[in-house]
Every structure is written in structure tokens, then in C-alpha cells.
């Protein structure tokens, strides 16, 4: 099988569905799936540029457009690309913000009809549309109305063979409007790296914050709630680049008295043992939106536990009983001795087993 995925940005480091991809690919490289990629709208380069990316013995080859060039001769060389390639599928990962800034690409799917004519069509929706929320201001409604149209539009144009997504909430917006749909699990961006686990001896709890933390968060809650648990000690563990929200989620631990370090940016190597030394992890996600989180699905194949601290977001119009990752609310009453046991998640969506999974729903269709 034959694969050109294309997406906004591959500039490795800088763009989780950029990163997605080359990860994705290069798997599929080792299944003897003939893998590559399209940047349409890389912010990272200027003018146009074939790069390589290696995974092991495989090679991902990549062609990259700046932002800067006309869509005309993103058009043209892309297809031209293709044509060559004779692809078994075109995979689109779609981000709105990928190929628009503000998240509103008009003609998008016209640009694509050119793009890639005569091929199977392969859509991914990472996300769909804004004013999704029951409390979501009006301003934010007309946004998501917009961004709807062109979700519908661009269903419409590529009449797109096979289509997944990562979250329960997409896959059932999707579906009530006539369109069938598979979820597949996202797998981490952080590479798992075996490392010992902390001595036994240790006994203090150590919990980590991974990622961006979200506004609105119950972090106070959550203090509440370990102290309730009779646990020897805790310590709140920050990697990564956790946003504006840090300093005022420091504050409340300092008035606490509770104690944290900051670990910052760390090398991939470094991060995976760092989160594999850890016990616990938050996400600070809206609950029904953790299905899309990568440092949610990253910690998860660290083979850690996690609790959903996040603000209260209800979607509008959907009925969601059950999502496929196991990620118990705060308010649920858990103890920690029973969300503390190890879990099998981790192994469905190890990127091996998505990928799998992802060549078996292709095949299907």
C-alpha cells in the first residue's frame, strides 16, 4: 500500500499533528507501507523544499510549501508529486488552523478537489468546529457555524472513502449528520523509553502535569481530594511547557505547602523516564475532550493512571454515556487505591496497534 498523507506544518518539534504524522509514518515504513507526506502550509520554511526524515533504516520522505507561496504552485507541485507517487490513498489530517490562521479555510476543499482528483480519499479530523460547549458564547457559535460548513463542504467534495477521528464527541457530531465514522486512539508523541520505576522504598506520591494546563482547572478540589486519601506525602511534577496557567497553579501549591518541581522542556528521552518515574497524572482537559489530548495519551503509555481535573464543559445536543479511554472525573468519588492499579489502555494505544488498526479500516473500505 501506497500513502501521502498531508497536513499544515512538519517542522519536527514544533507541530503535534506535523509530529503525528512523521511518527505514523514512519511505523507504517516498517510494515512495508510506502509512506509520504505534504505540508501545505509550513510556517517554518520559505518557498518549497524535499526533506527527509529518518526512522531507522526508513526514510520519510516529505515535500514542505511555506506560507509564503501561492496556493496555485502548491496545487501544481503537489499534484504533480502525487501523480508520480500513484498513491493508494490521500490521508488528510485536518487541524482548521492548519491551513488557516484563523481557522477558516474557505476554498480549501476546492484546493484539495485539484490536489488530488482521481484518488481514495482518507479524511482524519483531529478537530472539528468551535461552539461545541452548552455555555459557548454566541460569538464563538457563528465561528463553530463557519468552520461546520467547510467540515460539510469539504465531506462533500472529497467524498472521503474512509474517515477517523480520536474523540468520542467527534465521531458522534460526525455520525448524526449521516456520515460513518471510526475512531482511532491517539497515540503519544513521546517515544517510551524502559526505565527502572522509583525505588520501592519511596513511598512519597509523585504527580504529574504534562502539557498545557487549561483555565478553570479544580486544582483546589484536587488538593482536597489527596488529603482525604490519608497518602504519606505528594509532589506535584511539571514537565513540558505548561502555559500561562503555571504561575497562579504554583501560587495555590505554595499556600498549600505543597511541594513541586519544575521540570520544563526535556530532551524526548529524559521526558519518558521522567514521566514513567511518576505515580500519578493529571489533565486539566475538559473530560469529554481528553480523547484528542497527547500529553493525556502520552502519560497513558507511560502506564500511568489519570484523573480529569478539568473545568466543566457539556457538549451541546450530545448524549455521551461511555468514551473508549478510561479517565475517571474528580467528582466520581474514586479513592486512590483503586484508580492506582496498573492498566491495560496503554497497550491499545501503543502506535504499533493504531497503526494496525488504522491499515485494517482502510483495507475495510
Known amino acids: 500500500m501506497k500513502i501521502v498523507f498531508l497536513c ?15 511518527r505514523l509514518a514512519g511505523c507504517l515504513l516498517h510494515e512495508g507501507v510506502k ?6 502550509n509550513d510556517h517554518f520554511i520559505e518557498g518549497w523544499q524535499f526533506d527527509k526524515f ?10 514542505r510549501f511555506g506560507k509564503n507561496l501561492c496556493i496555485e504552485e502548491k496545487i501544481n507541485m503537489g499534484r504533480d508529486w502525487i501523480e508520480d507517487l500513484e498513491p493508494d490513498w490521500i490521508s488528510l489530517q485536518y487541524v482548521p488552523y492548519s491551513f488557516n490562521k ?36 454566541i460569538k464563538l457559535r457563528i465561528y463553530g457555524f463557519m468552520q461546520k460548513f467547510i467540515i460539510q463542504d469539504l465531506l462533500k467534495s472529497l467524498k ?18 449521516g456520515w460513518e465514522v471510526c475512531q482511532l486512539p ?28 487549561q483555565p478553570e482547572a479544580k486544582l483546589i ?31 495555590i501549591l505554595e499556600e498549600s505547602c505543597i511541594e513541586y518541581k519544575l521540570f520544563g522542556w526535556l530532551e524526548e528521552k529524559e521526558l519518558s523516564i521522567e514521566l514513567s518515574n511518576c505515580d500519578l497524572g493529571i489533565t486539566s482537559t475538559p473530560y469529554y475532550l481528553v ?35 478510561p479517565v475517571p472525573r474528580l467528582e466520581q468519588k474514586l479513592r486512590y487505591d483503586e484508580i492506582c492499579s496498573p492498566i491495560s489502555y496503554h497497550k491499545k494505544i501503543n502506535i504499533e496497534n493504531v497503526a494496525s488498526k488504522f491499515l485494517t479500516d482502510l483495507q475495510v473500505n
Open 221 to 251: 478540589e484536587f488538593i482536597c481530594w489527596l488529603r482525604s486519601q490519608n497518602l504519606d506525602s505528594f509532589c506535584f511534577h511539571f514537565l513540558g511547557n505548561n502555559g500561562n496557567e503555571l504561575d497562579s497553579w504554583l501560587e
Open 102 to 137: 484563523k481557522g477558516i479555510p474557505l476554498l480549501l476543499n476546492k484546493e484539495l478537489e485539484k490536489l488530488g482528483r482521481g484518488h481514495n480519499w482518507h479524511i482524519m479530523f483531529h478537530e472539528l468546529w468551535a461552539g461545541m460547549g452548552n455555555n459557548s458564547s
Open 54 to 63: 529518518y526512522h531507522g533504516n526508513k526514510i520519510h520522505q516529505v515535500l
Open 8 to 22: 499544515g506544518s512538519l517542522e519536527p518539534g514544533k507541530n503535534g499533528v506535523g509530529d503525528y504524522v512523521n
Open 291 to 325: 480523547e484528542k489530548s497527547g500529553s493525556v495519551a502520552a502519560m497513558i503509555e507511560h502506564k500511568m493512571n489519570i484523573i480529569c481535573i478539568g473545568a466543566v464543559w457539556i457538549p451541546k445536543g450530545l448524549k455521551i454515556e461511555k468514551m473508549q479511554m
Open 160 to 177: 472521503p472513502r474512509s474517515i477517523h477521528t480520536h474523540a468520542t464527541i467527534y465521531r458522534k457530531q460526525l455520525q448524526v449528520r
Open 35 to 40: 509512506a509520504y507526506s505534504i505540508a501545505l
Open 186 to 213: 491517539l497515540f503519544g508523541n513521546i517515544r517510551f523509553y524502559e526505565n527502572g520505576k522509583k525505588p520501592i522504598s519511596d513511598k512519597r506520591i509523585k504527580i504529574a502535569v504534562f502539557g498545557c494546563i
